[in-house]
Antibody, heavy 118, light 108 residues
C-alpha cells in the first residue's frame, strides 16, 4: 500500500539547520509531483514547497524562499527538505505529500515535528 | 495570492444531521478547488477535487459543489467518524497553493 514516511524532525536553535526526508513506497515515485506542507501547533495548513516529478522545477512559499530547498532522489524514492536559518515561526509538523495531478495532495505522510527554540 | 475563507469556524451538528460548510475565494478559482478532512493527530485526507469529484474511497455522503468563488462541502448524514476539521484549497492559480483556515465539525 501507499506509504510516505517522514523523518529528520527535532529541536533546533534559531538560525540552525535541519534536513527532513520522506521515504516513499507503494506508488511510482518518479511519476509524482511532491510537496511539503506544514502545520503550526493548533493552526491550519500551509503549503511550503513543490517539486516536479522529474525535479526539473521547484516552487516555494514566500515565507521560506531562500532558506529552504526541496529536492528528490528518484533512485531512492526519497524526497528531501533542507531547512536553513530556521526561525521560531517555522515550528510546525511538516508533512510530505504526493500528487499525480498537480495542485492537489492525494497522498500524505504522517508528519514530522520541527521545533525551533533556544 | 488567492485568499481562501471558510465559514463557519466551528459547526455543531448532531449525528445523522446534515452539515454544510462554505469556502470563498478572493478571486475566481474556476473549479480548481479541493477539500480535505483532518482528524486530531492525523494527516489530512483528500476528499474532493475539481470542486465536486470525490476522491477514491470517499463515501457518497460527502459532496462538493460550486465554482468561481463560492464553494460548499455537504455531509448528508453525519457519522461519528466525520467529526473533524475540514479545509478547502485552491489550485487554480499557484504557486502558492492556498488553504482556507478550516471548519471544525463538532458533536452537538
Amino acid at each position: 500500500q501507499v506509504q510516505l514516511v517522514e523523518s529528520g524532525g527535532g529541536v533546533v536553535q534559531p538560525g540552525g539547520s535541519l534536513r527532513l526526508s520522506c521515504a516513499v513506497s507503494g506508488f511510482t515515485f518518479s511519476r509524482y509531483g511532491m510537496y511539503w506542507v506544514r502545520q503550526a501547533p493548533g493552526k491550519g495548513l500551509e503549503w511550503v514547497a513543490f517539486i516536479r516529478y522529474d525535479g526539473s522545477y521547484e516552487y516555494y512559499a514566500d515565507s521560506v524562499r531562500g532558506r529552504f530547498t526541496i529536492s528528490r532522489d528518484n533512485s531512492k524514492n526519497t524526497l528531501y527538505l533542507q531547512m536553513k536559518n530556521l526561525r521560531a515561526e517555522d515550528t510546525a509538523v511538516y508533512y510530505c505529500g504526493a500528487t499525480a495531478a498537480a495542485g492537489t495532495v492525494g497522498y500524505w505522510g504522517q508528519g514530522t515535528l520541527v521545533t525551533v527554540s533556544s | 495570492e488567492i485568499v481562501m475563507t471558510q465559514s463557519p469556524a466551528t459547526l455543531s451538528v448532531s449525528p445523522g444531521e446534515r452539515a454544510t460548510l462554505s469556502c470563498r475565494a478572493s478571486q475566481s478559482v474556476s473549479s480548481n478547488l479541493a477539500w480535505y478532512q483532518q482528524k486530531p493527530g492525523q494527516a489530512p485526507r483528500l476528499l474532493i477535487t475539481g470542486a465536486s469529484i470525490r476522491a477514491a474511497g470517499i463515501p457518497a455522503r460527502f459532496s462538493g459543489s460550486g465554482s468561481g468563488t463560492e464553494f460548499t462541502l455537504t455531509i448528508s448524514s453525519l457519522q461519528s467518524e466525520d467529526f473533524a476539521v475540514y479545509y478547502c484549497q485552491q489550485y487554480n492559480n499557484w504557486p502558492p497553493l492556498t488553504f482556507g483556515g478550516g471548519t471544525k465539525v463538532e458533536i452537538k
